[in-house]
């Protein structure tokens, strides 16, 4: 699934092969389900981040990366 910030899109493809796409488009990748742009983080506390939309994703201890 890809979401936008109105509208949900269903993409076939590995998880690898998007990230690989999406390097040096400011994109991270925080557990192995989930692509972020980070430009769209508004929050990272403890292992919480939270959207510019409000939702919340939790971010696992495994993914210490994401907290630099």
């Known amino acids: 699934m890809f979401y ?3 509208e949900v899109y269903s ?9 690989a796409e999406l ?3 400011g994109f991270v990748r925080i557990h192995q ?8 983080i508004g929050k990272l506390s403890s292992y919480v981040m ?3 939309t409000g939702k919340e994703i ?3 201890k495994s993914s ?3 907290r630099k």
């Open 4 to 6: 936008t910030a109105g």
């Open 11 to 19: 993409i076939y493809k590995k998880m690898d092969e998007l990230e």
């Open 23 to 25: 390097a040096g488009m």
């Open 33 to 40: 389900s989930f692509l972020i742009n980070m430009r769209y």
């Open 50 to 52: 939270v959207l510019i």
């Open 58 to 60: 939790s971010v696992p």
């Open 64 to 66: 210490p990366g994401i």
